[in-house]
């Protein structure tokens, strides 16, 4: 079911975009690959002059190739198009640096701490959160087939608290009943 209708009449005023798509390769690796664009539908300014409509401001592309048990193996990040022109994209070769990191708890904080604030680009760091999430549903099967590694979804939603009824149905091994003491 869509958003019900605005109440008031509107004008669209700028549209970003994110795709994700992963890929099991066969070789035993998963290639995930984002891409996120801003476009405005009227010119905008931008660094050298005016930005024509529909144009992206901002088209960023990353690649992180994860193992099975999802650690980051290699990583790939390209900017087509940034307001600021290769000073954007001299950053991509940096997101190297998530080679080693698991796309699992924590993940988005290894995010923060090594492309926080000017050590990166705020536009790939959303795209590259974004993805992580996208590999984990990717990867769904292969990451829950070990029966002694609890499942990451577990207490990672709402719907799959430890003591909720999904769990004890789905997941009986990890179920555990909420405590009368609060």
């Known amino acids: ?46 660094a050298g002059g005016m930005l024509p409509a529909g144009e992206p401001m901002h088209s960023m592309w990353l690649r992180l190739t994860v193992d099975r048990g999802a650690t980051i193996v290699a990583v790939q990040a390209v900017t087509d198009a940034g307001p600021y022109g290769s000073a954007c994209g001299a950053i991509a070769p940096d997101y190297g640096q998530l080679v080693g990191v698991r796309v699992a708890r924590g993940y988005r904080d290894a995010i923060r701490r090594l492309f926080g604030r000017t050590a990166g680009c705020t536009h790939m760091n959303e795209l590259a959160g974004v993805m992580g999430s996208a590999a984990l549903q990717a990867m769904w099967n292969e990451l829950t087939q070990d029966a002694e590694e609890k499942p990451f979804s577990i207490d990672g939603c709402h719907a799959l608290k430890s003591s909720g009824p999904q769990v004890a149905e789905f997941f009986p091994r990890w179920y555990r009943p909420a405590s009368d003491g609060g």
């Not at 958003?3 to 004008?11: E, G, I, S, T, W």
């Not at 070789?27 to 905008?44: F, K």
Request: proline fraction near 13%; charge should be negative.
């Open 1 to 46: 079911m869509p958003l019900p209708l605005p109440d008031c009449a509107r004008v669209a005023s700028h549209q970003r975009s994110i795709t994700v798509r992963a890929y099991a390769r066969t070789d035993g690796l998963w290639d995930i690959e984002g891409q996120l664009t801003d476009a405005w539908p009227e010119p905008v300014p931008r």
